[in-house]
């Protein structure tokens, strides 16, 4: 369903085990980043009324999983500390055409959003999956399926505001262009991207 190209080795959760504690700061900003770019795009476009009734929503819940973040990270006296870039969304933007209609734009912003959700779906999916403390399997397990539905928002809506073979078209690219940055990306056991 999610379409990416390149997995992320499985390996992976072993290593992010033993950085529970910066998998969970880093975790807590990327939830506080996704509210934060669903409002932007909100603020951007009120226009877009189909936009405006999704997304909405969406704040809510990527707000109320940054407080269940920093709940379990308070149930392990970890603090939240300072935010960090994240150079897999840096370089995932930088695709993003900034030239051309307005409606391109935004599809390439609905798109890139789809594929952090994505690939934050992924992991989360991973560490349901393999990660040895049976409540973070059950808490990663829930927000694996609503990074689920929050991806297929970001498609729906690309497509309500586009052709929906030149959102294929671009998406496919993006694909592609993500597995490239999965693989060129240095990589960090204290991430969630």
């Not at 308070?74 to 993003?96: C, F, H, M, P």
């Not at 030239?99 to 798109?111: F, I, N, P, Y």
């Amino acid at each position: 369903m999610l379409g990416l190209k390149l997995p992320t080795d499985p390996r992976w959760v072993n290593i992010a085990e033993k950085n529970i504690a910066e998998i969970l700061i880093d975790h807590a900003y990327c939830e506080q980043k996704a509210a934060t770019s669903c409002i932007s795009l909100i603020v951007t476009h009120p226009d877009k009324d189909k936009l405006v009734e999704m997304l909405t929503p969406v704040v809510a819940e990527e707000w109320g999983h940054f407080r269940m973040v920093l709940r379990e990270m308070k149930k392990r006296n970890i603090s939240l500390g300072k935010a960090r870039k994240d150079e897999y969304v840096i370089e995932l933007t930088q695709l993003e055409r900034k030239g051309g209609s307005a409606e391109r734009r935004l599809m390439d912003k609905l798109l890139t959003n789809a594929l952090i959700e994505a690939r934050s779906c992924e992991r989360f999916r991973l560490l349901s999956l393999h990660i040895s403390e049976d409540a973070l399997k059950s808490f990663y397990h829930d927000l694996m399926i609503s990074e689920a539905s929050h991806y297929v928002n970001f498609i729906r809506l690309a497509k309500e505001y586009a052709p929906e073979a030149e959102v294929e078209a671009r998406l496919e690219f993006l694909l592609e262009a993500e597995a490239e940055i999965i693989q060129n990306l240095v990589y960090r056991s204290d991430r969630i991207h």
